[in-house]
């Protein structure tokens, strides 16, 4: 309804002042050479103060003429497509989306431009206020039919320097398409977590947090200059001050953080329906964004945040999460993968078993059994051959990432694993064999990370699983692993640790997409068993585990590993010292 009370569905549109003649006689004319009315048309549509009526009126002519409007009258129809529509009556936008899907039926040579049109609506308008004579604007069929709207959506993705508003209106509107495209999600969904990677990867965990700790301090720092000029009113003015508890202080991880609240709601009204889980439509969504875990996220280095969109997703259902775990154990276990992925993948079964609240003691134990398996056979592996077994990471990493991943996950969940029951849960430690995995000739404790070895060093000595501290003493007297020259030749010493690099789902930064992730995820619980050490330890080391103690996340800051790519030898199987616990695998092969 207009502001006459007039319906433009059922009433037809007044005439107003406009060229002469109909379009279809209009376009007959310029057929024929007479192109008067024909510019003076494209003139009247470009003209800002053309009216709802006029407009439908119009529209209504194009839609019963679309056969005529072929490519020899391009710009008439670029000209159209000009047109802004979408803010006008709801009328007008009926009559503008009928036209559009008979042109494209009609005239498929149109389709990119109609799509591209469509996709420039993604984000919002230039906003411009004139203000004492300046300008201040913001800164910032149908399988074939797909085909061409792909490319589209990735040219048309805005700069990822762009405002957050304009970030999030394009993120939210693409994510809009899957709805009535599924055919499409997973190309979408690569787009968006490709951009939100590059955001991710570009600032450091360091850098966020270093600006968020200036914030606090400038903050701090106001409130103690306020508190020298205001005696009584403290609570009031406090009351009146702006919160930025929900802001990020860093452009970038505000940008960032936006855009995984986006993403974490288009997940979660993915899979339920009327606040119910729908199995079906949660699998389909898991398999695609495992898809994109594959491709994308897996072979990214020192992301922080954007693996969380999986761990989120694998809250909602166990099946999901130890579907997510079997697919990264299958990784770790097959030589024919890439031994820097292998190694990757160990740091994320480690880090996923430490820190997800909803995976339960039984699922936690079955991983720990496959791990410790593959482990002793594949020392089996090494005693069994006839060379000499030295300490080389280039060689065996991925055996040292599944060790590291293994004590990670022990220091965190040993917990869970003794409360239920002290006497069954110290058996099952002890049935793990860990002794033999710190003894034997690979010398894991060489490679991992000094924090990790010194909190795994600790629990086992109170719990006498396994005592450690001679071999850190020992390893601590000697130079660090011995790596491979890429050149070949004799190996060479190196004082950098190859397992240097990032646990993916150490704490989470971000604000607002942090409150879905907090209830689900295990923070770091300082131990009270780890202050008395031998005093022969090593400065370095206990230099971390000091560390450590200063507050719960930065037990996590120090947890950094980086995985060497040469491929890791065969390794047959053997039952020799294996865990005499049940090995179990998962039954994952559909999701219940």
């Not at 119910?276 to 389909?284: P, Y």
């Not at 005093?535 to 103690?549: F, H, I, Y």
């Amino acid at each position: 309804m207009d502001a006459d009370g007039r319906d433009f569905l059922n009433s037809p549109p007044a005439k107003t002042v406009r060229f002469g003649g109909c379009v279809a006689e209009t376009l007959e004319k310029a057929r024929h050479g007479d192109t008067n009315d024909y510019e003076l048309l494209k003139h009247q549509l470009v003209d800002p103060e053309i009216k709802d009526a006029q407009l439908i009126s119009w529209l209504q002519e194009f839609r019963s003429c679309v056969t005529q409007l072929t490519k020899d009258h391009e710009q008439l129809v670029y000209t159209i497509l000009r047109v802004p529509w979408a803010d006008r009556c709801q009328a007008v936008v009926d009559e503008y989306l009928a036209f559009l899907g008979n042109l494209v039926s009609a005239q498929t040579v149109f389709l990119c431009a109609c799509l591209k049109m469509a996709v420039s609506l993604f984000t919002p308008s230039r906003v411009t206020i004139h203000e004492g004579g300046v300008d201040i604007s913001d800164s910032d069929d149908e399988d074939e039919g797909d085909r061409f709207l792909v490319p589209i959506l990735q040219d048309n993705f805005p700069f990822v320097q762009k405002s957050s508003r304009t970030l999030e209106c394009y993120v939210h509107n693409l994510l809009r398409v899957t709805v009535y495209l599924p055919s499409i999600r997973r190309d979408v969904l690569e787009l968006v977590v490709g951009k939100l990677l590059k955001l991710d990867v570009s600032t450091s965990r360091a850098e966020m947090e270093d600006a968020e700790e200036h914030a606090q301090k400038e903050e701090v720092q106001e409130q103690l200059e306020e508190g020298l000029f205001d005696m009584v009113g403290d609570e009031d003015m406090s009351a009146d001050r702006p919160a930025r508890t929900s802001v990020m202080v860093h452009p970038v991880a505000e940008r960032l953080d936006v855009l995984m609240v986006v993403l974490m709601a288009y997940i979660k009204d993915v899979c339920h329906v009327d606040g119910l889980l729908h199995v079906e439509r949660t699998k389909e969504l898991f398999k695609d964004l495992l898809s994109v875990f594959e491709k994308l996220i897996l072979p990214t280095h020192a992301s922080s945040h954007v693996q969380y969109i999986l761990f989120y997703l694998c809250s909602f259902r166990l099946a999901l999460a130890e579907a997510f775990l079997d697919y990264l154990w299958k990784i770790l276990q097959n030589p024919s993968w890439p031994a820097v992925l292998r190694q990757t993948a160990a740091g994320y079964l480690g880090s996923f078993l430490a820190r997800a609240k909803f995976v339960p003691v039984l699922t936690l134990r079955a991983c720990l059994d496959l791990l410790l398996s593959w482990i002793h056979r594949y020392i089996d592996s090494q005693d069994n051959g006839s060379r000499q077994v030295c300490c080389d990471i280039s060689l065996h990493g991925p055996f040292y990432a599944a060790c590291q991943a293994v004590f990670y996950t022990l220091i965190f969940r040993h917990r869970a694993i003794l409360e239920a029951n002290m006497k069954k849960g110290l058996e099952y430690l002890q049935g793990l064999n860990l002794e033999r995995v710190v003894m034997c000739q690979l010398n894991p404790l060489k490679v991992c990370l000094p924090s990790v070895t010194t909190m795994f060093a600790a629990f086992t000595r109170k719990y006498q699983v396994v005592f450690c501290y001679t071999i850190i003493e020992r390893n601590n007297r000697q130079v660090l692993p011995v790596v491979r020259s890429s050149a070949g030749g004799d190996g060479v010493s190196t004082n950098i640790n190859p397992l240097d690099s990032f646990f993916p789902f150490d704490p989470y930064l971000l604000k607002r997409s942090g409150q879905l992730i907090e209830p689900l995820y295990q923070v770091w619980e300082e131990p009270s068993d780890t202050d008395v050490l031998p005093n022969k330890l090593d400065q370095q080391v206990r230099g971390c585990l000091v560390e450590s103690s200063r507050s719960k996340t930065s037990f996590n800051k120090i947890f950094r590993w980086s995985p060497a790519p040469p491929p890791s030898p065969s390794h047959t199987r053997s039952s020799k010292h294996v865990n005499q616990h049940v090995c179990c695998t998962f039954p994952l092969g559909q999701l219940v």
